[in-house]
């Protein structure tokens, strides 16, 4: 049973640009939340979709988009990218009913962005 | 509003030491709370988590970690350290349908 996969592993673009990362979440869950890591600090809550919608949304602008499609899979896209944005961006999936409770962390997308 | 203090960026145990990660949270509803360790280059996997019952919960890896609230604490124990723990933890507090706030991470190095 495959866990949490995340795509790319490693990306590097430069300020302005956009970015997509990848998310698949586990076997038998509908849940996708996405958070970003910062060097140093901890996971912070960016937002999370369910069937096939934000559901709840942290403190990021609107630069920062998503999207989960019918295979539960889901896609972060970050526009006109800053220095600041250099981060792993984690995703975790979690299954029917339990929200935050029993999520599933993937490996992560190591940003860069010079 | 939920925060979580994690006192401590850096711990050093000596193999075969106790192990002990402290962690303070707020919250002003009952709280969910959690720890979790990342490995080098790895995600966040869950080591335990209290909701709600006994509170003292024992995890994964001969951790254990026990709710307080009248110390609004959650620190997290292992009786011997292997080098194999070593990691970064983090403290993080829920309440069930909100997002997790984390706490910025200890660095547990284990010396042999």
């Known amino acids: 049973d495959a866990g949490v996969t995340q795509s790319p592993t490693h990306l590097i673009k430069t300020r302005g640009q956009q970015v997509t990362l990848r998310c698949s979440p586990k076997s038998g869950h509908d849940t996708v939340s996405w958070y970003q890591q910062a060097l140093g600090q901890g996971p912070q809550f960016i937002f999370q979709y369910y069937e096939e919608e934000e559901r709840q949304r942290g403190n990021f602008p609107d630069r920062f988009s998503g999207h989960q499609f019918p295979n539960y899979s889901s896609e972060l896209n970050v526009n006109a990218l800053l220095l600041g944005d250099s981060a792993l961006y984690l995703c975790?999936?979690?299954?029917?009913?339990?929200?935050?409770?029993?999520?599933?962390f993937g490996p992560g997308t190591r940003l860069t962005v010079l | 509003a939920q925060s979580v203090t994690q006192l401590g960026s850096h711990v050093s145990v000596s193999e075969g030491a106790l192990v002990l990660l402290r962690c303070n949270y707020s919250?002003?509803?009952?709280?969910?709370l959690f720890w979790y360790v990342q490995y080098p280059n790895q995600g966040l996997q869950l080591l335990l988590k209290?909701?709600?019952?006994?509170?003292l919960v024992k995890g994964i890896n001969g951790f254990e970690a026990e709710f307080k609230k009248s110390e609004t604490s959650f620190h997290l124990t292992k009786p011997s350290a292997h080098m194999s723990d070593a990691a970064e933890y983090f403290c993080a507090v829920g309440s069930g349908n909100t997002p997790l706030v984390f706490g910025k991470g200890t660095r547990l190095s284990v010396i042999a």
């Open positions: 209290y909701t709600t019952g006994a509170t």
């Open positions: 919250s002003s509803v009952p709280p969910y």
């Open positions: 975790a999936s979690s299954r029917p009913g339990s929200s935050y409770n029993e999520q599933f």
